[in-house]
């Protein structure tokens, strides 16, 4: 996809909870746009926004106030069906924890299969993003036989499978070390050499310094320009 190109775009988005102490403000009239073939970090310490911002972005919650655009649909307008039937197709992924993202039945390559099948897409492809991924050996090991950095390689295999126009992912080096990190962020940048769009949300710097473009929040506001 060409890089000039708007995969998706927040306008003026709030987000506000109903707590036990009153209304709190996640997001307060955020502006982004993500562009097609770019990693982009939306960075910020904890309580900033960040995992809101992916949320509304993946459809899993509406904003209070604002508009947000996926891969050309006004998800605002869509009714709870055609919302589920665009994640499937347009989006992407990738939980925070790794056993989160996996069936813990399923070897690595079934998962990426399994996931294709969701999407509609073809399945062999899998062979090519476990490469990617540096997963090629590691093919017909379970979950539990794999290591936390192993296990998120493979769930950004099965995000990516079928090309769909966008990737998320939450925080997915926090249950990582240093070393499994180093190894996620690679397999992030190849998918984005082969063409994916990733926005994921993370205060990890080794994350934000493989941005090609960075979101930066505080306090729910976005801070600094571009």
Known sequence: MPVSESVARCRGVTVDYDTAAGAVRALHEVD?????????????????????????????????????????????RLRAGPLRRLRRRAMGIVLQDPADNLVDYLPAA????????????????????????????????????????????????????GGPALLL??????????????????????????????????HDPAVIAAADHVVDLRDGRRTGAG
Not at 139 to 160: H, K, N, T
Not at 174 to 201: I, K, Q, W
């Open 110 to 161: 079934e998962q990426v299969e399994l996931a294709a099948r969701l999407r509609g897409a073809d399945p062999a492809e899998t062979g090519a993003l476990l490469d990617t991924a540096g997963l090629t050996d590691r093919a017909r090991s379970y979950p539990a036989e794999l290591s936390g950095g192993e296990q998120q390689r493979v769930a950004f295999a099965a995000a990516a499978i």
């Open 32 to 76: 982004a746009e993500f562009l097609g073939g770019r990693l982009t970090v939306v960075a910020g310490p904890s309580g900033s926004g960040k995992s809101s911002l992916l949320r509304v972005l993946a459809g899993l919650q509406r904003p209070t106030a604002g508009d947000v655009y996926v891969d050309g649909a006004d998800l605002g």
């Open 169 to 202: 992912a939450d925080e997915p080096t926090a249950e990582l070390d240093a070393s499994a990190g180093d190894r996620l962020v690679e397999t992030m940048r190849s998918l984005v050499a082969g063409g994916a769009t990733l926005v994921v949300a993370s």
